[in-house]
């Protein structure tokens, strides 16, 4: 576990030419500004990771707590740290994340910080040059170079010779720097995502692991988020470094993130002294996760938009028929259906404020 400071970086082994174009790759790129760099190539829930100091997070404060200590918690500064964040869909693992990283201690602490979204089941065929591919680039690393570092001679390198070069240029890029990466959403349960403690030495091949691209020694540290603790146990070792998200247990959190979520979308709910009424509601619809809450505030923010009530959105009950054909009103809207728990978790139910659309968001 570990490795010394200034380790020293073993050359890729397929060819001289890809190792001159690795280290040509890390002299010509500057990196990523003082900011989080994220990976938007995705069509996966939000479009951007906000780099705002003035983030809002509901419900996350005791959470925010134990990962800054779990940060700190190392041997030494210069000491390598891999940290797993776990918790099913929507419960607000991402969001957590995000508020990490902007925090100002950890802005001054860590440079780069960047944000790999983890490939899809749906594109698992050569997933781990994708994720290196992903790192790369939010590193600032050009795309041209990344695609000149998988070709010798103007012929197309196999998959391992790729993924040795791609590895390296990674390792190069990130030497000597105390870094701070987030792998969002990992699932796959591979020996390449495991140990990312593990070092480089002359004895492996490059392609071998993910941890060989990472450089130990300076004080870097990977956050893993998965919503499978074995996964996640899997790539960051101890127990003592895996986190455990649970649903929020108050109706306030999801309360205000639901209507921070309306405001946002600059309309206004009129209950009319019947808040605690549509806030129980909420909550139980939502089941305490953060995604469900938000969408639900989307879609009320939407109802809102195409025609205002009238009457306070908590005043109509469901009939009996109404409930027999799925079209009556809740609380805080019109649900077509009830919800089951894996609704909730995806975001595909209705909650109380009408159908959810699917989030892939966590």
Known sequence: ????KNQETPEVSNTKESSEKTKESSEKTKGPPDQVASDHSQDDGE????????????????EMISLEKMLKRRQSEDEFKAIG???????????????????????????PRIWVRMPKKSEAENSEEAVVK???????????????????????????????????ALHLQLNGKKYLI???????????????SAAINRSYDWNKRLAYGLPKGNGGTVI???????????MVGKEENIHNLLPLWNQESCW????????????????????????????????????????????????????PPQVPVAERSETHDDQASGEGTGHVGDPERSETQDDKASGEGTGPVGDLQRSKTH
């Open 256 to 307: 205000s993130i639901f209507t921070d979520t309306v405001e946002r979308k600059k309309q206004v709910l009129n209950l009319k002294g019947q808040e605690d009424l549509a806030k129980k509601d909420l909550f139980e619809k939502c089941g305490g996760l953060p995604l469900a809450a938000k969408m639900l505030g989307k879609t009320m923010a939407e109802k809102l938009k195409e025609k």
């Open 182 to 196: 987030v792998l969002d959403d990992v699932w796959k349960n591979d020996e390449w995502y495991g140990d990312l």
């Open 224 to 234: 893993v988020t998965s919503r499978i603790k074995e996964v996640a146990k899997m």
């Open 134 to 168: 992903r790192m790369l680039k939010c590193l600032g690393v050009d795309e041209e170079i990344i695609k000149s570092i998988s070709v010798d001679n103007g012929s197309t390198l196999d998959d391992k010779e790729r993924l040795n070069a791609l590895l390296y």
């Open 47 to 62: 479009k951007e990771i906000s780099t705002s100091s003035g983030l809002k997070v509901h419900g996350f404060e005791n």
């Open 1 to 4: 576990m570990g490795a010394e």
């Open 85 to 111: 964040i776990v918790g099913e869909l929507g419960v607000g693992k991402s969001t957590l994340c995000r508020a990490l990283l902007n925090k100002n201690e950890v802005k001054t602490s860590f440079l």
